[in-house]
């Protein structure tokens, strides 16, 4: 089965091309041929100038590659591996959100064939792959799973805007509804990653290894959060004590921040449904989302008692928020959870300027009703430095300027030395 595709005698299709399936299709499209298949028009005219406005792929020129790109689903004909990387969110009560990995499967329905496979790397629960998804491709089909097609699911690992963990350097988890499967899908993976290649007992081990991945780094995250509070009312700086923790040799190098996007804020939501669906009570998975879902809120109000106790009217004060991705030097706003320090701060009657030349006017306007600025021009009663995007850390010294006589500076990220501050800035950070 390996032997066709890398003959060049099937192809792969790639569905969703967002941050996890483009930079896929990418370094598949090396190997085989490939198409990149995506529902939004803009996305695959966009790519097919050789521009991936993610930011995943700027530096590469992936036309030089043998892919087709298209929006119409007609091309998936020709395709005989599925691969779908469409995204898995939640919705506004914390729950699944399989609107388009539901979609998606019913797409393949209509253009999957005897003897094809389908591979899932969206982040889901456990048996969400074969109890959810392969029933949608049958129905639509009319085709019996790992009878007339086959299924598979492979994790993925991309972490927005690192260019050093890339699909080529990775290991890879692989699993299928059969051994020969699971087999045909590490030859597959094991192309683009000299065979980094771990092969999961089951889908269900594959699913839940991958929603744990960031689980653990919720918690962990969680846990330096809970600390900076513990921290802050104790006068000592966080930073500092992680600072001086971290010489020891097994201590894990987490810090305090915002958890937004659509991984780690997001896949534990996706464990702890499906644990209380079973009848359990997930307590420290929960307790440490509550933590990390409160950190915008909590940045806002510590950074409006510093105002008020630098002897400023709260209403009607001045804030300028620096970023609104989720993430340093990403575009990406989805599930910012900067936009909770914004919300929390116009409710205390603070007039916000948000700036971030990285994230696009029109997404963040039209996702959170929010206009972001041109560039900062007046000086602002609190500054806060949101996300630590590279090109706001090499001008540093010229945002802190933007910081009033007496204005408070607030450093999420505590990339900032406040011996260097102006001795009128009053400093705070996680």
Known sequence: MFEDFDKGLKKIAVVGLGYVGMPLLYHLSKHFKTIGFDLKKERIEELKKGIDSTGELNSVNFLKYDILFSNN????????????????????????????????SETVGKHIKKGDTVVFESTVYPTCTMRECAPVIEKTSNLKACEDFFVGYSPERINPGDKIHTPDKIAKVVSGCTREVAE???????????????IAESI?????????????????????????????????????????????WNFLPFEPGLVGGHCIGVDPYYLTYKAQEIGYNPEVILAGRRIND????HVA?????KLIKSGKTVLGARALVLGITFKENVP???????IDIVKELKEFGLN?????????????????????????????????????HENF?????????????NGVFVDIKGVVDKNTLRDDIIYWGL
């Open 301 to 305: 109000k510590e950074s409006v008692k």
């Open 184 to 198: 045909f899908l590490a030859k597959i993976y094991g192309k683009i990653n000299n065979n980094s290649i771990f």
């Open 73 to 104: 689903e007609a091309v998936l004909d020709d395709a005989n591996l599925f691969i779908v990387a469409v995204p898995t969110p939640i919705d506004n009560h914390k729950l699944p959100n399989l609107k388009a990995l539901l979609s998606a």
């Open 294 to 297: 409160s950190m915008g809120k």
């Open 352 to 388: 916000v300027d948000v700036y971030d030349s990285l994230a696009s006017k029109k997404e963040v306007k039209e996702e959170y009703g929010i206009d972001l600025i041109d560039e900062p021009k007046n000086r602002y009663d609190i500054v806060i430095l949101a996300v630590k």
């Open 332 to 338: 990406d706003t989805r599930n910012s959870k900067v």
């Open 393 to 405: 850390l090499k001008s540093i010294k010229d945002f802190i300027e933007f910081t009033d006589k």
């Open 204 to 248: 269900e081990t594959a699913e839940a290894a991958k929603v744990i991945e960031n689980t653990q780094r919720d918690l962990n995250i969680a846990l330096m959060n809970e600390l900076s509070k513990i921290f802050n009312i104790m006068g000592i700086n966080t930073y500092s004590v992680l600072k001086a923790a971290k010489t020891k």
